[in-house]
């Protein structure tokens, strides 16, 4: 089903008027229902103070991390049901995305000034990116088949993990990797532009071993992607995704586990192809064919002093991409792959805990470009120690990455943090980051540069934060000197980033509600004059807006919720020079649930219920389109 501009309010009455009959669905059962029983832990709720383990390596309360961190949980996402990891991300804190139409459409996304080449993004574990081009393709990763989306903001993730971390580190953890009772889910639902979506999880659990299993598939006519350009045509371009995910953990010993995760995605995205230099010619049929996930095996030993861990992992990004049809001689294809082997160990020390390991890393391509250089190998050691007490947290880091490429890179991170009054933490860290070329900076035809040193980053961090029984509230500052960054094939760019982040969450008896505010002073240092066009110093980044916000408001019942989300992003350059700027924006979004009955859920998801008319990428002349108002709907039946 598409909206038009033109029908909005109509359809925004109906799509309200449609949330109001949920509620009183709900309210309807409530007075004839009262011996109904709902499984609590299926309801969405907010917690406070969780358990993550991606700041750290080893599970750590929020409360005790000293960096900024967001935790996306599976109630959390049962509100994102029919979308994609880019759907989830662009709704969060402090992060704001491109993307170029609609669902499955290439996007890039930006925290706290980086771009995500310079943000790590990790499947259980496991490193999940393009090696050729450098960004990860969260546009096209099923959140259906994800538990939960860990966020850490800022670098202290790069001695932790290495290279691409300077900005900050996703992890996304498949579905799976907390069961909580055997069941299994039957998901059918359905929303705008003729979006289909249907999916079958199942899991198991016993004292000695877990399984998970599903599949989901989701189909999009979409809308048109090009607003105005030499390559726009007035077709709508489409999108479909099967995913599927696999978690299995085994006891084979009182103190040892072993397990194997796996999350593929295959879908094809339609696009607008870019009109031909010699004869004009538009290609309307372009699309592209795209296969993408990970897998990992471990094996695990814990005893009273230590827990230690062996993992082997590989993760996939290819790429065929088809001007018209599927000949195959107009095609492009860039596979590309890593294989991932770490070995580590906690160990406690004292009253706190200490971490060492080792890593193995290598990294092919296989692409109808020619490459002079298809693969690397970079390996690594790290060490850390964090302390968690009631009146103070300490964390420390340090790691050497060898790369075969361009040779050693040290990295290393320390923070504390006090509480001098009941509630009241004060911290602050200072963390030195890096990314490495990609193979596209270093070897792609006619723009290799083989000598190519990694960007690096020296950032420092301050932060006051608030926790009580109900809230957690947060502020943070940070400033970031970026040299070496790669521009016009070269290590001349230079930047300085600062800014600040308040959060606070709160959840008082059956209302949860809760805000966000960035603001960003990303400034281009660039000391050289490019070879074409003005200086670009003292110009803003592109895309990186220099305030965004957000707001939510949200109610729970056991038998039902509802939650209304605004997020404002303000004005952004989309060229360096700095002679395009994007307009601001703020969206209005609706979700909610209802329990028809114990076992059968009702989801709807409205999202941009003003139908504002915005841009998220506007490149070379070419805007690309967003969508006005949408909503999905769907219906989820649990065996327990």
């Known amino acids: 089903m598409s909206v038009s501009r033109a029908s909005s309010r109509t359809y925004l009455r109906l799509s309200i008027l449609s949330a109001l009959g949920l509620l009183a669905v709900n309210t309807a059962m409530a007075a004839t229902s009262e011996n109904t029983s709902i499984n609590d832990s299926n309801l969405p709720q907010v917690e406070l103070d969780e358990i993550v ?47 170029s139409g609609g669902m499955g459409s290439v996007s890039n996304f930006y925290m706290r000034g980086y771009d995500s080449k310079q943000i790590l993004v990790l499947i259980d574990g496991i490193r999940y990116s393009s090696i050729s081009l450098g960004t990860p393709a969260l546009n096209l990763l099923s959140a259906d088949q994800i538990d939960r989306i860990e966020i850490l903001y800022g670098a202290s993730g790069s001695s932790i993990y290495g290279s691409d971390a300077m900005g900050g580190v996703i992890q996304i953890f498949t579905k799976g990797s907390d069961i909580e009772q055997n069941n299994i889910s039957v998901t059918a639902g359905a929303g705008s532009h003729n979006l289909y979506n249907l999916g079958v999880n199942g899991q198991y659990t016993n004292q000695d071993t877990t399984l998970s299993l599903g599949i989901s598939h989701t189909d999009t006519d979409g809308f048109n992607a090009v607003e105005t350009g030499s390559n726009f045509n007035p077709d709508d371009d489409g999108f479909d995704m099967t995913s599927a995910s696999l978690a299995v953990t085994k006891k084979i010993a009182p103190n040892v586990k072993a397990g194997l995760s796996a999350l593929y995605n295959k879908s094809t995205s339609e696009f607008d192809g870019f009109a031909d230099w010699t004869t004009g010619a538009v290609h309307p049929n372009a699309h592209s064919d795209q296969k993408n996930g990970s897998a990992t095996a471990f094996i695990e030993h814990t005893n009273d002093l230590a827990t230690t861990k062996l993992s082997y992992g590989r993760s996939i990004d290819e790429i065929s991409t088809y001007e018209d049809g599927n000949d195959l001689n107009n095609s492009t294809v860039f596979d590309t792959e890593q294989d991932h082997a770490r070995l580590e160990s906690q160990i406690k020390a004292g009253d706190g805990h ?19 250089v298809d693969s690397r190998t970079i390996k690594s050691a790290f060490i850390g120690y964090q302390l968690a007490d009631t009146y103070y947290d300490l964390q420390a880091n340090y790691r050497v990455d060898d790369n075969s490429q361009y040779g050693n890179e040290s990295t290393y991170n320390i923070g504390a943090a006090i509480r001098p009054l009941k509630g009241v933490r004060i911290g602050t860290s200072y963390a030195t980051g890096f990314r490495a070329p990609t193979f596209n900076d270093l070897y792609f035809p006619g723009y290799e540069n083989p000598n190519l040193k990694p960007e690096t980053t020296k950032n420092t961090e301050i932060f006051v934060e608030y926790v009580t029984d109900n809230q957690l509230s947060r502020l943070t500052g940070y400033h970031t000197d970026a ?25 008082i008896n059956s209302f949860l509600f809760g805000f966000g505010y960035n603001y960003l002073d990303a400034e281009d240092r660039n000391p050289i004059k490019p070879a074409f066009g003005e200086s670009t110093y003292g110009n803003y980044l592109v895309y990186r807006p220099k305030n965004s916000g957000s707001i939510y408001v949200g109610y729970q019942q056991p038998k039902f919720d509802v939650r209304l989300e605004a997020k404002y992003t303000d004005e ?13 924006y703020t969206l209005l979004n609706l979700s909610g649930s209802v329990y028809i009955t114990p076992n059968l859920r009702a989801n709807l998801r409205i999202d941009n219920i003003t139908d504002e008319d ?9 805007e690309y389109s967003t969508d006005g108002t949408n909503f999905f709907t769907s219906l989820t039946y649990n065996w327990y």
């Open 53 to 99: 383990v991606t700041a750290t390596r080893t599970p750590t309360k929020t409360s005790n991390v000293i960096a900024q961190t967001r935790v996306i949980n599976k109630e959390e996402l049962q509100r994102y049901q029919g979308q994609t990891v880019t759907d989830v991300l662009k709704n969060q804190p402090g992060i704001n995305i491109t993307q």
């Open 354 to 372: 200490a971490i060492l390991g080792l890593e193995h890393l290598k990294q092919k391509i296989d692409s109808t470009t020619e490459y002079d």
């Open 483 to 507: 040299e070496n960054l790669i521009a016009s094939g070269e290590n001349i760019g230079e930047a300085k980033i600062k800014g600040l982040s308040l959060t606070s969450d709160w959840q």
């Open 572 to 584: 952004r350059f989309s060229d360096a020079a700095n002679t395009t700027k994007l307009d601001d």
């Open 614 to 622: 915005y841009t998220l990428s506007n490149q070379f002349g070419t």
